[in-house]
């Protein structure tokens, strides 16, 4: 397994979660790692993704809930979610962007997906 994605669950609206995703080294190492989510009837859609050089990027929806954060000695990405709504409720997909060094993209990794559901 290439990436492996884990923390999802049930929240009640206003609760945090908190997902994880762990990749090999060398692809770690090489990609924008990032989380995409798809909601029943909906299309894929990034929620967040940070560089190599640990420059993050929020889709609008989440700005100033969600926290992305990589850590390169554990090869794992985090998502910590806050104000969770019944909105966020979705399939949550870990993925990483391989790059070679002269930023060419390589490959597109994706991460079995983990079902975060925000319901009282």
């Known amino acids: 397994v290439q990436l492996q994605a884990s923390g999802g669950g049930l929240v009640q609206p206003g609760g945090s979660l908190e997902l994880s995703c762990t990749a090999s080294?060398?692809?770690?190492?090489?990609?924008?790692m990032g989380w995409y989510r798809q909601a029943p009837g909906k299309q894929r859609e990034l929620v967040a993704d940070?560089?190599?050089?640990?420059?993050?990027n929020y889709a609008d929806s989440v700005k100033g809930r969600f926290t992305i954060a990589r850590d390169s000695a554990k090869n794992t990405v985090y998502l910590q979610m806050n104000s969770l709504s019944p909105e966020d409720t979705a399939v949550y997909y870990c993925?990483?962007?391989?790059?070679?060094?002269?930023?060419?993209?390589?490959?597109?990794?994706w991460g079995k997906g983990t079902q975060v559901t925000v319901s009282s």
């Open positions: 080294g060398s692809i770690f190492s090489g990609s924008v």
């Open positions: 993925n990483a962007r391989m790059y070679n060094d002269y930023e060419h993209f390589v490959e597109n990794y």
């Open positions: 940070i560089t190599r050089r640990d420059i993050p």
